[in-house]
């Protein structure tokens, strides 16, 4: 465990929410393997990049969950808690500079693992197109509400950021 773990509560509900993405995540993949094996590719290696990028972050964050269980944005971001520790193990040296850059990058593919699929779907059907949309935005709504609230990192991840700026304007409303 790393020096700052702190144990996440509501794993339970965080994978409650978070099984439709899952599901959605591999229905897109088995959708674009059939249909071109390079867009397939190019879908998976957002996810990886992702992961790579977020654990810099997490990092840079101090995040209270490396090393142990990690809410992680969209669920595949979970890996990115083991893949910190690691660079924490091989001594990954944190810098300001390269931070601004990673984090940007990992925007840009986390966006990509939303955004690129929406043609494909769109070319399947319209109303796969809303579905998709639908659950997204549900999936969001649940993270921001519920999952980012009692994060550890939510004064660090911009997830938390965003759900307590909610919280705060709701209150003051």
């Known amino acids: 465990m790393y020096r700052h773990s702190i144990p996440y509560k509501r794993k339970g509900l965080f994978i409650i ?9 591999i229905l897109i993949c088995s959708y674009l393997y ?52 690691l660079l924490i193990i091989l001594k990954v040296k944190r810098s300001e500079n390269v931070y601004k850059i ?12 939303i955004l690129f699929p929406v043609y494909f779907i769109y070319k ?10 639908a659950i997204i935005f549900l999936y969001f709504a649940g ?14 991840c911009p997830g938390g950021q965003f759900s307590s700026k909610i919280k705060k304007n709701k209150h003051n409303a």
């Open 34 to 85: 059939s249909v071109n094996i390079i867009n397939f590719i190019i879908y998976c290696t957002f996810f990886i990049v992702t992961i790579l990028l977020q654990s810099y972050n997490c990092i840079n964050w101090e995040c209270p969950h490396i090393g142990t269980f990690c809410p992680g944005a969209g669920g595949f971001c979970v890996l990115a808690s083991p893949v910190a520790k």
């Open 124 to 133: 399947a059907s319209v109303l796969y197109l809303i579905t998709y949309l």
């Open 143 to 156: 993270m921001m509400l519920f999952i980012c609230p009692k994060c550890g990192a939510k004064t660090a």
């Open 102 to 113: 990673v984090c940007n990058c990992a925007w840009l593919c986390f966006f990509g693992i």
């Open 17 to 25: 929410i978070t099984l439709p993405m899952i599901a959605l995540y």
